[in-house]
């Protein structure tokens, strides 16, 4: 059977779909190289089509050579690729990392420039731990700020071992001069604010106090950069103040540009010192992966914003033009912080009250219809089937709220099948325990939950 007879494959015509985008050539031309085989040889005189070598070079601000140089070394690399893997679907990797490393190089500009990451730890006082996260991990408050007032947020809360990022503050145990530098920057008028209804005290009046304690104190550095002086301290707390407050820490992970060692541990400086509370400073390191400082594609995504931070320059972090940045970051988050407390407002006037205190979407007598229709389901079935039905609404209502819930649609949709898997679970619990014989009960894979295994 020659070639042309073979019967085309899914993954070749995949890879001649993608081939024919990048190269602006017919599928049916791509096809025919596609099968051709992964090994050069077999194609030695293989050159990009005029009209992909026009795009590129467009695109990157190249001479044609240049552009026809750098087509034909990432065909190279997409040919390894596929003789690895002749079956991937994913053969447009290397032309995609190709890309972003000539992005990078492109910025680079011969400097020695590299991605560092450090952690900067914050700390504070406060009276819980719901109110040490306002103050330490909101949208609102205490982040390191980048040189730059539309990436003035591009830090992220240190991971845990296993992976997953601590949404969560941990107490700290300061020395005496430093308990006392934390009580005095509490802001007095807190003790006596609402601390809000919810869990976390988002958008309270507590919460508000700290935002504006906060852009307060970065005006105040603001003004200090101006004047070239060190922002004066707090002045010392009420005694009230030593009975209620515990002190607490947050650890950020941030990542910026750097052109040596020294170059970094300067930067990282700088960014603590955008921390109107104290901080410390510490793992300081290159990205481990960028050792050869080619893997730009592990940050494609804030790159832009961390070459604008990188090439605003050590002028930015002094002065005034320190100070005006400064102020627009205390706006911004006064402004965030309007619109989420506005837009949370919002929600909790849509809000019912169901006779256990709890708060929903749905009113009282739409979650009574649903717990209607769910007895009515549930009449005649036994404990094993009211668990197992329970069990179906919860998978559902995790499966549901695990994606992307915009509207209030999806929120009183998860309501109701919570509400029909607790009355389930609820009747479950009140049923009669099956009688089991006593050949089953000694049987290894009986389960009181569970039908019978014979």
């Known amino acids: 059977m020659t070639e042309s ?6 993954g070749e015509q995949q890879r001649a779909r993608a081939y024919a985008k990048i190269q602006h050539v017919p599928y049916a031309e791509a096809l025919r190289i596609v099968r051709r085989g992964t090994d050069t040889a077999a194609a030695p005189d293989w050159e990009p089509t005029p009209a992909a070598v026009a795009s590129w070079a467009a695109m990157h601000h190249l001479a044609e050579t240049e552009a026809r140089a750098e087509l034909c070394e990432a065909e190279t690399k997409w040919r390894t ?3 690895s893997d002749p079956y991937s679907i994913y053969t447009g990797f290397d032309r995609d990392e190709a890309e972003a490393v000539r ?6 500009a011969g400097r020695p420039i590299r991605l560092w990451e450090a952690v900067i730890e914050v700390r504070a006082a406060a009276t819980s731990e719901a109110e040490a996260t306002q103050c330490l991990t909101s949208a609102y408050t205490q982040r390191p700020l980048h040189r730059t007032v539309e990436n003035h947020l591009i830090a992220t809360e240190l991971p845990d071992w296993d992976g997953q990022v601590a949404h969560h503050v941990t107490e700290h145990t300061p020395d005496a001069a430093e308990a006392a530098a934390l009580a005095a920057a509490y802001p007095q008028a807190a003790f006596d604010a609402d601390p809000g209804s919810t869990a976390n005290g988002y958008y309270s009046d507590r919460h508000e106090i700290h935002v504006r304690h906060y852009t307060a104190a970065l005006r105040a550095l603001a003004d200090a950069s101006r004047a070239g002086r060190t922002p004066a301290p707090a002045a010392p707390p009420a005694a009230r103040v030593d009975a209620q407050l515990r002190f607490w820490k947050a650890r950020w992970q941030v990542e910026f540009l750097a052109a040596g060692e020294a170059d970094a541990r300067s930067r990282v400086q700088a960014l603590a010192a955008t921390l109107p509370a104290p901080t410390a400073v510490d793992g300081l390191q290159p990205h481990p992966r960028f050792g050869t400082g080619h893997e730009a594609i592990d940050a494609r995504d804030a790159a832009e914003g961390l070459w604008a931070d990188y090439e605003a320059g050590p002028g930015a972090d002094t002065g005034e033009r320190l100070a005006a940045h400064l102020e627009a970051c205390a706006a911004a988050a006064e402004e965030q912080f309007a619109a989420g407390r506005a837009e949370a407002a919002a929600f909790e006037a849509r809000l019912h009250t169901q006779p256990d205190g709890t708060r929903t979407l749905s009113t009282v007598d739409a979650l009574d219809d649903v717990r209607a229709a769910a007895r009515d389901l549930a009449r005649g079935k ?11 609404k919860e998978y559902l209502a995790r499966r549901f709220y695990g994606k992307s819930v915009a509207t209030d649609g999806g929120e009183m949709r998860i309501e109701r099948l919570e509400a029909a898997a607790a009355l389930w ?3 479950a619990e009140r049923a009669p325990a099956p009688e089991v014989p006593a050949r089953c009960q000694s049987c290894p894979n009986w389960s009181a939950t569970l039908p019978c295994c014979c």
């Open 425 to 427: 679970r609820a009747m």
């Open 382 to 392: 036994n404990r094993a089937e009211l668990l197992k039905m329970a069990e179906e």
């Open 103 to 108: 992005e990078w190089e492109y910025h680079r």
């Open 81 to 83: 690729a596929r003789e």
């Open 5 to 10: 007879t073979k019967p085309v494959s899914r």
